[in-house]
Nanobody, 122 residues
Framework: QVQLVESGGGLVQAGGSLRLSCAASGTIFSINVMGWYRQAPGKQRELVAAIDSGGSINYATSVKGRFTISRENAKNTVFLQMNSLKPEDTADYYC????????????????WGQGTQVTVSS
């Protein structure tokens, strides 16, 4: 019912920048958290950045100071501005959305996009 479509990935040289976007569509009444994960070949998927409904943001230590997550709530869209890219940032980047979260139960609905590839050359 909820679809996430990522865009903005591509090939960039080290030190360059990319801006990823993720647009959520479908029946969405509220969004608790939107964020970005990434998975490099042979590695586990890891959280890159997330922003919750109150604007609180978490970044992975490895990207702090280089990446910026932002949102456009009216369009149910989240962005990831990636600056000073390093070859280590090469991965498939996945948008994530958490909705219908109930703190009393710890339960919510989690959705994933199909991913967008980011390749950083040295």
């Amino acid at each position: 019912q909820v679809q996430l479509v990522e865009s903005g990935g591509g090939l960039v040289q080290a030190g360059g920048s990319l801006r990823l976007s993720c647009a959520a569509s479908g029946t969405i009444f509220s969004i608790n958290v939107m964020g970005w994960y990434r998975q490099a070949p042979g590695k586990q998927r890891e959280l890159v950045a997330a922003i919750d409904s109150g604007g609180s943001i978490n970044y992975a230590t490895s990207v702090k100071g280089r990446f910026t997550i932002s949102r456009e709530n009216a369009k149910n869209t989240v962005f990831l501005q990636m600056n000073s890219l390093k070859p280590e940032d090469t991965a498939d980047y996945y948008c994530n959305l958490l909705t219908d979260y109930i703190p009393a139960t710890g339960w919510g609905r989690n959705y994933w996009g199909q991913g967008t590839q980011v390749t950083v050359s040295s």
